[in-house]
């Protein structure tokens, strides 16, 4: 199952330094893989849509940001307990590889969300 | 990219708390309104709420109107029921955005916004908001070392914080701000005055962080010091279990009745001690009031209540006693006898109490030791000098902390009798100020039908004095008040003649000298003319205070001399003394050879004893009045003006005529010494003498001196200390006196060898003064010649004959 399309990767250029938006967010945690292409990231952002997913490339710095929305509710319903944490997040990663030139694909497996990136 | 974005959020309202961005807090919410916007919130896809601060904290439901405007947007991360109740809900929030709330959209059943999401505060990067930042740094590691609590992790993301808008943020989380206060950093949409504020919040917490360290310090020293007094005292209690002893307080108790039962006391204070004894022993030992009335019971106890010594009645051994104390002093040694005499005819007689008067060092102190001794009391000396305070001499009630009887019952503890003698040192001296007035508590203390019932304030029992012999001294009566002069029979010891110092250094002063300097007796002699002019040329005093100080230094040469092996025996010539002693220290006025007109020859006394002194006087031709000169004191300025005036008026009657002579000149008259300053009346016949002698021309006799009062009706009155004046005349060459009529009583305590050497003219009116002071009309070039052809001799060369023709010849 693949949803790259829908994830927008947006490439800043280096002199305009990137600005966290106010407010905390919360992290994704991420695991990071070297691989002979590059690098593999898989980040813990199951429940997130791929179009609330935003991954921006600057410099080094790898951004992944977004909205966990909780879509599961209908109705009538009510919460009894509450322990995922939803809205906005924002994961900022350094990777030791020229991201600028480097391509980066996204892909989507059961509730991960996988990045390769190839700056071989 | 999300400025100033509108959102439509449930309301939460808080009480007494702000949540800032970037904080996490949990929330308890239990109010129904509450619960309704926090499930709505739960229901949303993001789980958003905006939570704004009520402005007060006591309503339940709070409106719309009650709420601050700008809020902070959180996300509920977490939330738990409370299990058992569906009406509590337990959050966890994230602060995320400030917000403004535009409008309330909704009232019920939960409030709900139109807010406007704010932008983070401007960073900023002025001077200003550096200095802040840095001062901030600083009174955060105050604040830290102040606080040993504070968890490590709390520490690190104090330490390691780099945004200063989010350290402030967290800080204005932790600090125990006010709600108004926290609201206001919220509202801060400046990195400036966001900082200021946390500036000026800091540095509060850190000024009441170090006032509590400092009071939680001092606590716990005190603690400290109670409990481990309280331990040394429970393991010395353990300590005297195991040694048998009983608890100390009783064993204090039991003592002290012991002791009452034992003492011999008056009635009513053996009924004030056990009182006290009684509270005592119901007091612990740790209660401040039991070591007062210890201490209390313990002067009672140590008082000679009705303790004396036998007085020794053998009148022939007290004068023997007296006698080898002092030489002369008749006066004194007869009232000690006479006193021993009434107590043994009548041994129930009050001691009288004595005030000896005289000038320092003619042994009034070391006379009270050897009335003492003579009488066989003992003996207590307190000094009064300088004692202001009233409650230094009758004590300070027990209600004051630290209180103390009185300096007489501390010298009677002292002396642990009764009837001690006891002499009250330098009672002029005594000072007088607000505190109170010591001469007067000396009132009841020296009033015989009084002081058998003396109450100290601290005893507060009365004592019976009149068995105490008081002595007071003092140098002068002047500044005594009169009530307390009144109290005292007043015994003057005048100074000593030469004579008398001559006597007194041989058998006092040298052999007691040659012992200080270890000499041994044989080693040192001093010839009598040796110590006849140490007297008169070392030392000017009318005790022997300085003439024993300077025999001490002649011993002290000699032992120098001995310990050098430089011989073994000395003997002091009169013309070695200015070897041993350096030069002569001191001369007196001697009778001058010629006295031209205008010039008297006075006599004066001083604490010294008595002097010479001479009147100048002269004309001012084209003067008015008369010029006083030589530190003259007011009344012997008066006495100038009344003779002044009395010769101007009475010129006809004399013989010669003053008033032409004063109408045309003014008088000047001085006395030298011009530095010593100089009073009294007694230098009135002087002063009109010289007067007398300016306006006739005739010289004033240059044997002749003169001492007297005068009025301004022409009479001479008598004046005092003419012993000393006499002997001052002697010493000076002269050979004639002239004395007020109503003196001549007093000649008798002239000592015999002044009687012998002097003429004495006694006068009542100032003619007779002047006929016989001045040199007869016409014989005033004879005496002149007289005087150069027959200088006068110096002191020890008058013959008795001469004295004796000359007597015979004024008569």
Redesign the interface.
Known sequence: MSRTRKIFIERMSDDTPYRR??????QPAADVYRCPEGFKIKFDLAGVKPEDVEILISGDKLIIRG?????V?SEG???????I????FERVMKIPCDLSRAEVRTEAVDGWLLLHIDCA | MTDNRILELPILPLRNTVIFPAGISPLTVGRPMSLKAAEAALLTEEKLLGVVAQREDNEAEPTPGNLYEIGTLVVINRMMRSPGTEDVLHLIVQGQERFRVIEFTEHTPYLKARVEILPEPAREETPEVEALRRNINNLIQKALALLPNVPNEVRSIIVAADDSVRLAYFLGSVLELELTQEQALLNASTEGELLRLMHSYLGREVEVLEIRNKIANQAQEELGKAQRDYILREQMKQIQKELGETEPEQAEAVMLRERIEKADLPDEVRAEADRELHRLERLPSAAPDYHVIRTYLEWILDLPWRLSTDDSLDLNRAREVLDEDHYDLDDIKERILEHLAVIKLNPKSKAPILCFVGPPGVGKTSLGQSIARSMGRKFERMSLGGMRDEAELRGHRRTYIGAMPGRIVQALRRAGVNNPVMMLDEVDKLGMDFRGDPASALLEVLDPAQNFSFRDHYLDLPFDLSKVFFIATANSLGPIPPALNDRMEIIQLAGYSEEEKLHIAKRYLVPRQIKEAGLGEEQLQITTEAIQAIISRYTREAGVRQLERTIAKLARRVALKVAQEKGEVFTVMPDQLEDYLGHERFFHEMAREMLPAGVATGLAVTEMGGEVLFIEATLLPGAKGLTLTGQLGDVMQESAKAAHSYLWSHGKDLGFDCSETFEKNGVHIHVPAGATPKDGPSAGVAIVSALASLCSGRPVRNDTAMTGEITLSGLVFPVGGIKGKMLAARRAGIRRVILPKRNEHDLKDVPEEAQRDLEFVFVERIDDLLAKALAPVGEAAREKEEAEVQPVPATRDLGYEGGEARVQEAK
């Open positions: 938006p106010s407010g905390p967010l919360w909205v966990r929305r909780d879509w509710m319903w009510s919460y009894h307990q509450l322990e944490t939803y809205s906005r």
